[in-house]
């Protein structure tokens, strides 16, 4: 039995997120499948992040056992043919020891998200980015995110079915740079609550869009309180970018 | 009576290229369609570049004629507004002269080729990148490109069905460049055959596999036969990127 540490990239438009579902095809099932279709037994595939519908993956890292002998370049190719037709593909195979867990095991998880900034909507970037036509200033943004780097309780930017056990979380890293029309958000924690991202990103546009001032984010963390923050980003303008172990 | 310079960023995924097609969709009936729902009449669109079936624009011109009197944020909206659900956008509508000729008044176009040289397939690009798996040397593409430049009968690279009244063209610039697990062919001139770019980017991969010398390129160009240079790459890498007047 050997495990796997397998890096991937998807288009989150075609799944229904990571995790299993009756509902519909997810990242899980196509790679479980793939497995078995090479391996002839199907096993259980961890990841990283365990990423909504619509959410993409550049870099999302994700581990299963295979009982079979192969080699990584194997693993890759075999994989790939597998899941051919599905917008999901193996960049990197690495045999692993049975110590490494792709949840448990992560050090840091890097986040991006992408909103398109500009009165025209995508055509090209269409479920890849956020839009928003009103002119942001992204530099507020940045400035404004900056409280909430740090060791804090982030129940205002927690998703009501997080399953997380403390609210408590250290954002490493919240960077928002304009790039031409396109605005970036960079977010590096050890771990993030569910729709975390999500919920920043939301409540900083408000920034962005003079809507609010950069000390109100602050009292936004301070509350405590989901109903303090910003709306929800929706799920199309983020990206699993990294995953450090 | 008013003419109208207009701006186009649109997947060519979804279209059968530029041109009106009996078969199916194509953005200039998609532009003209729109227009009419916006005017009541329908007008003629002529565009800078007849792109082909797959072949994406971030940078389209296209002009065409609008009696009502109305401004050049209305004519943007409106017709976004009446091209929702297909993946063109009007980024940008400037009212001009009635000399003004989006192909005719030209003076140069500029498209960019992309390559995604990994193992692995694109996910998330697939449809935007031509994906070849074989390891390609750029600098060495580069250097053969340079074969290209300059004012040359283009006959090696010219499709069968190309209407050009002469094959000889001048080449301003054509440079490849690599970012990474991507490759990029920028080409620069004021007009191009049919397929010159994908004939010249399908020939100058054989250079960067190692198949052909750069002086082989040269040779292709000399021989003004299109059986002389390599196969046409596919549409899907293609962008049309800008047009100047």
């Keep these: 039995m050997t495990r796997w540490k397998l890096t991937l990239e998807y288009d989150g438009t ?10 519909g095809m997810t990242v899980q099932q196509a790679l479980e499948e793939a497995a078995e279709r090479f391996c002839g037994e199907r096993p ?15 870099g999302q890292v994700a581990h299963l056992d295979i009982a079979r002998e192969t080699s990584a370049h194997t693993v890759q190719m ?3 043919q597998h899941l051919k037709g599905l917008p999901v593909v193996v960049l990197a195979a690495e045999a692993v020891g049975e110590a490494f867990h792709a949840r448990f095991s992560a050090r840091a998880r890097h986040y991006r998200f992408r909103i398109l900034n500009r009165r025209a909507p995508p ?7 956020w839009w928003l036509p009103v002119p942001l200033d992204a530099a507020a943004m940045h400035d404004a995110a900056q409280h909430l780097v740090g060791h804090h309780d982030f129940s205002s930017f927690r998703a009501a079915e997080c399953q ?7 954002l490493d890293r919240l960077e ?11 977010a590096e924690a050890r771990s993030f609550l569910h729709h975390q991202v999500r919920n920043m990103v939301g409540t900083l546009a408000l920034v962005g869009r003079g ?8 009292a936004a963390l301070a509350a405590r309180d989901r109903k303090a923050a910003g709306p929800t980003a929706p799920p199309e303008g983020l990206y699993l970018v990294r995953v450090v172990y």
Tied chains: 1, 2.
């Design 14 to 23: 075609a799944f229904l997120g990571w995790q299993r579902q009756a509902q």
């Design 44 to 58: 259980v595939a961890h990841a990283a992040g365990r990423t909504d519908t619509g959410v993409h993956a550049l």
């Design 78 to 80: 075999a994989l790939n």
């Design 123 to 129: 055509a090209l970037e269409r479920g890849r980015v």
């Design 164 to 170: 997380a056990a403390s609210p408590v979380k250290t």
């Design 176 to 186: 928002v740079t304009r790039l031409g029309e396109e605005i970036e958000v960079l």
């Design 211 to 218: 809507k609010w001032q950069g000390r109100q984010v602050a």
